[in-house]
């Protein structure tokens, strides 16, 4: 019977499917007495939201990580990350390679659809390079972040917030075990500097740095890769920039020295894309600060990458688009069409985007009893930072109700699996409708 249930599934039902799954296993381990340092079971809003955040690498939190959960319950998150990181299907399919078992064309489009990838040709190279390539970088970057936690915390513990904040930091989730994130490292170049670069790689995409890799025996790149690479440099410099002059006026890393202060500046730009780690506390940020830290949210990182966002790809054909209708002329890149189809579907990401935010902003102004020192900063901060999959937040998420959370959850959900994914899982086909109807006139503007 279940067979016959998955064989009528749509290739986003699948994919949206295997989340879901995945979401209530982890939940239901992170309600278990064992999963909380007290002994005591977890409550199912705070157990579920916990594992949607890790499944989501969002990194919001209703309970203090290094303090409620044992560490059985940490390393269920940390498990939790890393699915939600690399993908279900990923992990699924590349257990199938490894016993031998042949994949057919349905299972290789569900690997299609949750790696975002063009075509099937290359599905089970790529997936064996996903997993290779992320078990390289998260054990360099576990290795580089012990030099300074096993001095400070001896190590078999040292060990553990190692590998815990490095799988963290590439997947993009922003779970950390010291209580207060990041803010006690902000004189401790090493950590910063190591998060940034795992947050930036994981960030990117492993179709970008495959094609990167193998640039030298290929001498081209795709056409998708220079765009992300120039792109994601672009957003970088300017939001630096930007960051640097609000917050040298506003003084918030006034107490650092010249080169703490640039280090601290930069990770303020790299991690709203996705990854959530604050070096500050973000109540402490100018206001120009906070909002531009929304639209870095709400851009993301890569397609195929670990991050969230409506991606920064979908940002740039936006851009190329309004170029091309100020020029008079078609969207190109390097010489190459954007196509109508591409330039809709992005247009289409952002206005379900822009319509999530808004409904969300509305549902907590609406329902939720905010404390005194909370306003719609702070709540603009958790909706953002949840359909980003960031994990930023100035406070608020635990003076939430169940509603609250759950609104939350949906954000973080969407954002992870993607929101044409997830719209299109309520459909029974992809067929485009045949029918069409004469054309109508329309004032516009």
């Not at 278990?32 to 690498?57: K, Q, R, Y």
């Not at 959900?413 to 109807?437: C, M, N, P, Q, W």
């Amino acid at each position: 019977m279940i067979k016959n249930i998955i064989k009528k599934m749509t290739v986003p039902q699948m994919v949206v499917g295997g989340f879901l799954g995945i979401l209530v296993i982890g939940g239901l381990l992170l309600m278990l007495p064992i999963s909380s340092s007290s002994g005591v079971s977890t409550n199912f809003w705070d157990a579920f939201f916990t594992a949607t955040s890790a499944l989501c690498v969002t990194g919001q939190i209703t309970l203090n990580t290094a303090l409620h959960w044992s560490y059985f319950g940490k390393t269920v998150i940390l498990m939790l990350i890393e699915i939600g990181g690399l993908g279900i299907m990923t992990l699924v399919l590349y257990l199938f390679f490894i016993l031998g078992k042949k994949v057919n064309i349905r299972q290789k489009k569900v690997i299609q659809e949750s790696l975002n990838l063009e075509g099937l040709s290359e599905v089970k190279s790529i997936i064996k390079y996903v997993i290779r390539f992320s078990l390289l970088v998260q054990s360099i970057g576990a290795i580089v972040l012990s030099i300074d936690f096993i001095p400070r915390l001896g190590w078999i513990k040292g060990t553990y917030f190692s590998i815990f904040h490095s799988v963290s930091a590439f997947c993009n989730a922003g779970f950390d075990l010291f209580g207060n994130s990041l803010i006690e490292f902000q004189k401790n170049p090493l950590v910063l500097v190591t998060i940034m670069l795992l947050i930036i790689v994981g960030g990117i995409g492993f179709i970008v740095w495959r094609d990167l890799l193998t640039y030298k025996a290929n001498k081209r790149l795709l056409l998708h890769t220079r765009l992300v690479v120039r792109t994601t440099l672009i957003v970088l410099v300017i939001s630096f920039s930007l960051f640097w002059i609000s917050e040298l006026r506003h003084g918030t890393f006034s107490h650092l020295g010249i080169f703490d202060q640039i280090t601290n500046t930069m990770f303020m730009a790299v991690t709203p894309r996705t990854a959530g780690y604050s070096n500050v506390d973000y109540n402490l940020v100018s206001t120009g600060g906070v909002f531009l830290t929304y639209i870095l949210m709400f851009i993301g990182g890569s397609s195929g990458s670990t991050a969230g966002g409506i991606k920064i790809t979908t940002f740039a054909v936006l851009v190329l688009f309004l170029k091309a209708c100020f020029k008079g002329e078609e969207p190109n890149y390097y010489k190459r069409s954007i196509s109508k189809e591409r330039i809709k579907k992005a247009i289409l990401v952002l206005l379900i985007g822009l319509g999530m935010l808004f409904i969300a902003t509305i549902a907590l102004l609406i329902t939720q009893t905010l404390p005194e020192q909370y306003g719609l900063d702070a709540v603009l901060m958790e909706i953002f930072s949840c359909f980003g999959t960031v994990g930023l937040s100035m406070g608020l998420t635990e003076h939430l109700d169940w509603f609250g959370k759950f609104v939350l959850m949906t954000l973080m959900f969407v954002g992870r699996v993607g929101a044409l994914t997830v719209l299109l899982s309520f459909g029974t086909h992809d067929k485009e409708s045949s029918i069409h109807y004469p054309e109508g006139s329309i004032l516009i503007g």
